[in-house]
């Protein structure tokens, strides 16, 4: 029994190898630093056997990292150009990608069917090409061809001219440009005696159809979204604009995983020093890799430390078309389903594309009752705790008496029985969202029913207490723009605590300060309080919503190129006979 209870303690006792010679890792920047340092001083003996001993071995492994890792192992540099010999091309391409055993990098040897045959080998990604492109392109290559020509440099020149059907297709000489195109699924292909390889696109890799949008739906509109295919969502938005004034130019981020990015915008309508604006801020960003567009955001936006999102983040192409008619530049990144839109202004993150689609009356309401939503998802914990804590006499007597009579078992103050109801909602908002999609809703819908009964029985809370918090959780669902109802949420509990310690003073004084705040904040050049603040041309679209035919001009905080969208009369079966044509167009 004695030696099983040893032998037990001796598995679960974690024992030093005898010998650490066996694996020494690398010494990084930080060892050298701190072994290199003058005024770090060992430490004594004096302090602890095993802590001397403990330095002793670190110092042990320093030494034998500079033992084992000498300055020839620093790592492999620049691969340099294309070889005319076929071989080196190879022994380059397996080394960069570390074949044999990286098992995704595939490299095919063939023979040109040309007169006399070119030996020749081609590379390629498993999963990211197309196999029917793939098949096409072996089919051309392989087929006699006919004498291609007799100057073994000018080879791929004559492959690309003769024999590749395909129009994307590139001659290239370095290999960090051809590694670059293959690690996005393109396909470069080498020739026996050729300074320079052939670069084809091939690109095929599994993604999702496009799909309804599952965050901003609407009941009238288009009902698709963008998705992780950056030239997909690009086509998207040209079979909406069907114009060759639409541009789309390509910025590679990230320096050791690259992600492309297309700044699209109206040429003829988009401010020439916003499109310079924006591509300056993208093609300056140095980082390993970006993956989505909300990290793409926190690089490019004006001021960082604010909670209000100084972007506008949609999944909708409608809506990012109808912003590029009006003079503004988006930007979607490779992998990413959602776009940018800039400039942003605080309005336009309260707007949704289905009032576009209703008629101006439908369409103002929803603006009406949104702005109202957005105030009570702000104020309103905190105005409750102002007026029953310091504020009694402007609430009415029966009224009072009900709070009063309500809150007479509750043991808890006001201001943590609001904290302590407001944190359960955003518990169970939170779980919601990370439950699986099948079973979120109900269990969100019967958590928050099963707290709030459960919570007034045991008199924890006042029944007020969690009508108000259910109300300001739905206002705050109103609000379209996520980023921008995560920044009121967490607004409210400022609001919620001024209006605790100092009542209706203290709302004033932190609604005084968010205003200065807000006001200071710009997004892109545009005041975003524009077009309010500063007061500009407005274009009848911003809290009131005109209609369709009276929206004439573009808002002019963007500074577009064309201010006028549509003529005095753009219904034109409205004009008499006798009034001429023309499209009335003033600046």
């Keep these: 029994m004695k030696n099983l209870i040893k032998q037990v303690l001796r598995v679960l006792t974690y024992q030093e190898p005898p010998s650490r010679e066996g694996f020494i890792l690398k010494e990084n920047y930080f060892d050298k630093k701190m072994a290199d340092s003058p005024g770090k001083q060992p430490q004594s003996q004096e302090q602890g056997g095993q802590d001397g001993s403990a330095v002793q071995g670190r110092r042990r492994a320093r030494s034998l990292r500079r033992a084992v890792v000498g300055p020839g192992n620093a ?38 069917g ?165 591509k300056r801020r993208v093609s300056s960003i140095e980082v390993d890799f970006i993956t989505d567009t909300g990290m793409l955001e926190q690089y490019i936006e004006d001021s960082p430390y604010s909670l209000n999102p100084q972007t506008h983040y949609t999944e909708r192409p409608d809506r990012v078309a109808s912003y590029l008619a009006e003079g503004k530049v988006a930007i979607i990144l490779s992998g990413s389903p959602y776009a940018l839109v800039v400039p ?15 008629r101006w009356q439908y369409g103002t309401f929803l603006r009406y009752t949104r702005t109202f939503s957005f105030y009570l998802a702000l104020l309103l914990p905190g105005l409750y705790l102002a007026a029953v804590l310091y504020h009694q006499e402007m609430i009415p007597t029966d009224l009072l008496l009900a709070i009063a009579g309500n809150r007479e078992q509750v043991p808890f103050p006001t201001v943590v029985e609001m904290l302590m109801m407001e944190f359960s909602f955003e518990l169970v908002r939170e779980a919601g969202l990370r439950i699986p999609s099948i079973i979120g809703s109900t269990i969100g819908i019967v958590g928050a029913l099963i707290l709030g009964q459960a919570a007034v029985q045991a008199n924890l809370v006042s029944p007020v207490v969690v009508i108000l918090v259910a109300v300001t959780g739905l206002a705050s669902f109103s609000i379209p723009s996520y980023s921008l109802a995560f920044a009121v949420r967490t607004y409210r509990f400022f609001y919620l605590i001024m209006g605790a310690v100092l009542g209706f003073y203290g709302i004033t004084i932190a609604l005084f300060i968010q205003i200065m705040l807000t006001t200071s904040l710009k997004s892109f050049g545009v005041p975003y309080l524009s077009p309010t603040g500063p007061r500009t041309y407005p274009g009848g679209d911003v ?39 023309g499209d009335g167009r003033q600046n």
């Design 543 to 581: 809290v009131n919503r005109l209609p369709i035919f009276m929206q004439r001009r573009r808002p002019d905080y963007i500074n577009p190129q064309d201010n006028i969208r549509a003529p005095e009369e753009p219904r034109g079966w409205v004009k008499s006979d006798g009034e001429g044509g």
């Design 344 to 358: 942003a202004t605080m309005y336009s993150q309260l707007h949704t594309g289905e009032e576009t689609y209703l």
């Design 75 to 112: 790592g492999d540099s620049d691969t340099g150009k294309v070889s005319t010999i076929l071989d080196r091309n190879r022994a380059a391409i397996e080394k960069i990608y570390g074949l044999p055993v990286n098992r995704d990098i595939v490299i095919r040897d063939y023979t040109i």
């Design 114 to 278: 040309t007169e006399p045959p070119v030996k020749s080998f081609l590379v390629y990604i498993d999963g990211m090409v197309s196999r029917a492109d793939l098949n096409f392109l072996m089919q051309s290559l392989m087929l006699e061809a006919g004498e291609i020509s007799r100057d073994p440099s000018a080879s791929a020149s004559a492959v690309l001219q003769r024999l590749l059907p395909g129009s994307q297709a590139r001659v290239l000489d370095s290999f960090k440009d051809i590694v670059e195109s293959v690690n996005y699924g393109d396909t470069a292909i080498f020739i026996q005696g050729s300074p320079k390889a052939l670069v084809v696109e091939t690109k095929g890799w599994e993604h999702r159809p496009v799909e309804k949008p599952r965050n901003e739906q609407t009941i009238s509109g288009p009902q698709e979204s963008f998705i992780e295919n950056l030239r997909a969502n690009t086509a998207l938005l040209r079979k909406i604009i069907r114009s060759e004034k639409l541009y789309t130019e390509m910025i590679g981020v990230g320096k050791r995983f690259r992600s492309d990015v297309a700044v699209m915008y109206m040429v003829d309508l988009a401010d020439p020093e916003l499109v310079k604006e924006v």
